[in-house]
């Protein structure tokens, strides 16, 4: 009993596949070519649409550059002089223009990669050379805090002096001493002199920094010319409308076959009922 009912099991599954097969069999003909003029289609259709090119440009800097770089006192000068304003309305300007902008820091390498989208290649590297320099400019200090940043530099220059000469002095006594109890002293507060004048030229220097603000020295590589659009990207349109189509195809195909089923299926029990009626069965 149980081996009859596991063949005729057996006999449902395989009826039920072959006549999956049967209706793919069917049908293979729309399966195939429709889904591939529908594609092809959609690939023409991509030559139509408006292109979007990006330039590339990578910096030695910080987030903090980062934020100045989308901030409105360097968009709304770029805004103006790429004549990228819509009339009347700076702040939908702004807005458009942030969002063709993108600005990552990495961080394993600490650099900021700037790419900046726009309708052809020449605007977007326009856009990103413009970008660059206006955030040059405004990481510069202004007058006030400029003046402070200098009267700091001046102190921590004269504090590096005072250690470079402290240190030659001590350095030659050191040389010309011949007591090592002295010695001893003298070679522990070179040490110190020397740990102080590390300290001063480091100041030095970021003052210097802070005060010259960002320059060309920190760009890695300038900005790009792209010599093919990045959007659309055709082919991924043809294969995504190609497969798109094949499933909807595969799937009006089903449904209909279960439909036409049902159909039969409810023409044979109405004709069964008829048959009883006529006999005199309930």
């Not at 591939?36 to 090119?53: E, K, R």
């Not at 955030?135 to 001046?154: C, G, H, M, Y």
């Amino acid at each position: 009993m149980q081996e009859n009912q596991s063949q005729q099991s057996a006999n449902t599954e395989d009826s039920g596949l072959l006549d999956v097969l049967v209706l793919l069999a069917e049908n293979i003909r729309l399966i195939i070519i429709l889904p591939l003029v529908i594609g092809a289609i959609a690939l023409g259709v991509s030559f139509f649409l408006p292109q979007t090119f990006q330039s590339v440009a990578v910096l030695q800097a910080d987030q903090a550059t980062a934020s100045l770089m989308i901030a409105a006192p360097v968009l709304d000068p770029v805004i103006g002089a790429l004549g990228l304003a819509k009339k009347g309305a700076l702040e939908e300007s702004r807005i458009e223009l942030r969002d063709r902008i993108k600005v990552v820091v990495g961080r394993a390498d600490k650099l900021l990669t700037l790419t900046v989208s726009a309708r052809t290649a020449l605007q977007a590297q326009a856009i990103a050379n413009s970008l660059i320099q206006k955030t040059f400019e405004e990481s510069r200090p202004k007058a006030s805090v400029l003046a402070r940043l200098k009267i700091q530099l001046n102190e921590a220059q004269v504090r590096l002096k005072n250690a470079q000469d402290a240190s030659v002095g001590v350095l030659k006594r050191l040389e010309s001493n011949s007591s090592v109890a002295t010695g001893v002293e003298l070679a522990k507060g070179y040490a110190d002199l020397l740990g102080a004048t590390g300290v001063a030229q480091s100041q030095v220097l970021a003052l210097e920094a802070q005060i010259e603000g960002l320059s060309a020295a920190q760009l890695v590589q300038s900005p790009t010319l792209p010599e093919r659009a990045s959007q659309p990207k055709k082919s991924l349109i043809a294969i995504g409308a190609t497969l798109a189509a094949g499933l909807v195809l595969l799937l009006f195909i089903f449904m209909r076959n279960v439909f036409r089923k049902s159909t039969v299926s409810e023409n044979t029990s109405a004709k069964l009922m008829r048959i009883r009626k006529s006999v005199g069965l309930k």
